[in-house]
């Protein structure tokens, strides 16, 4: 009886072993028991990387330390059952970052670049008594409380800006009819170019018949040189040569695109033509189905897409690689931008929606399709004078109206994060900082990574 006790005590422990040995085996190798489902299941990960650093981590409400460095950027998170989870990144003085995250087995799912918008950011004030402000790649532009225009105390020709860019060194005024070019390294003095485009027009090619200013482009290699367009050709012109070179010929109610290489042009027939602009080469194409109520184009930072905006059939987008024409919405847009990377464009349309188009195959926080349509309800004002500016390095833009500037949370998994950060402003834009021109004349720089 004793001898079988114990060889009955000895089997159980062998089973016991086997058993909890199999387990713990499983359990390092990803496996867990499920007891809702009553079964062993392969567990997964969320990845998440965010600035700042230091924030609370909750994963359904479980808390894990954040162990971002300088060095690991992100943090990952092992041995979660196959579930959605509800994380959420809380840090003093900032907007806390909530989303749900699914988890499968196996695999690691991803939230990469989240930002936290600070609540009260590090703000200096630039001046007071302004009326306006435009960003220049030499400094800021300024319109006093008397209506003349700044470059620090240079006083610059001109009562209003018709054309500047952040990346540029130049500047277009306007004085009555009179349009002016300004080298911003070389302030005091203003070329009219209405005088010198047509002089030169006169001497180089005397038979063109058009020859008033329709529209100007900063060149994107040189802020020395300008695009000039009239009704039916462009120009490459060299304010420092004092020369001009055509670059296309088109027919008139033809609409154009200046993109960091190259220039577009969609002519009333449906023909796209291509000028590159460093390889000075031409090409041309017919468009199938260009919507006749066309209005603006444009193209994308790589170049590969042109956005195309109508009066009344929605927005469209044209692959130039696949000769591909798709439209993307059927309502109006009121703003819309293309992400660093160049394979998302975000609009805002005028039925209330804040959408994301997939314009490739993306692989950021998951794996999303190309041409596949994110859409979800947007419910704060904008107009067509909204801007979207997506952040550099994060998952995250800023819409600028002309009164107030909202943070957005581009990865569009539920819940969309959206935070006011300010209101009862004249006008916002964004280039390292965000710059607020409050209501009473005070211009604010406002440090949101500070």
Known sequence: MARRLRNSIVAVAILLFLILGGYFFLQQ???????????????????????????QILVDGTPYADTTSFLSSGILIQRLPPKPYAITLKKPGFYPWEKT??????????????FLWPKNPPTQIVGAGIKDFWITREGLVLEDAHGQLRLGN????????????SDSGGLITRQNTSRFFIDLQNPETATNLDSLFTSLLGQIYPSARDTKIDRIFFHPFSHQ??????????????????????????PEGTILSISSSDGSALTPTGDLLVFNLILKTFSSSTLSSVPSS?????????????????????????????????????????????SPEGKRLAMLTEDKKLTLYY????????????????????????????RILWLPHQDAALLLNSNSAIGLDMDFRSPL???????????NDFTDTLLLLKENGELLSIDLEG
């Open 101 to 114: 995250v699914a988890v499968t087995p196996g695999k690691v799912a991803a939230a990469h670049d989240i």
């Open 225 to 250: 040189k300008l695009l000039i367009t009239t009704k039916t050709a462009l120009y490459n012109t060299d304010l420092k040569k004092i020369d001009m070179e055509r670059v296309a010929v088109f």
């Open 154 to 165: 240079q006083l610059l020709r001109g009562t209003t800006v018709e054309l500047s860019s």
């Open 417 to 427: 994060n959206t935070q006011i950060l300010y209101k009862n402003t004249s006008k």
């Open 359 to 386: 314009l490739a195959e993306y692989e950021g926080n998951r794996l999303v399709p190309k041409e596949t349509r994110e859409s979800v309800s947007f419910p704060f004002l904008f107009s067509s004078t909204s």
């Open 294 to 338: 066309t209005t603006k184009i444009s193209t994308s930072p790589n170049g590969i897409y042109l956005l195309l905006e109508t009066k009344e059939s929605g927005f469209f987008v044209y692959d130039r690689n696949t000769e591909k024409m798709t439209r993307v919405t059927d309502a109006p847009v009121a703003a819309y931008t293309v």
């Open 29 to 55: 190798n990803g496996w867990v028991w499920d007891p809702t489902n009553w079964k062993m299941v392969k567990t997964g990960g969320i990845y998440l990387s965010f600035v700042p650093h230091g924030a």
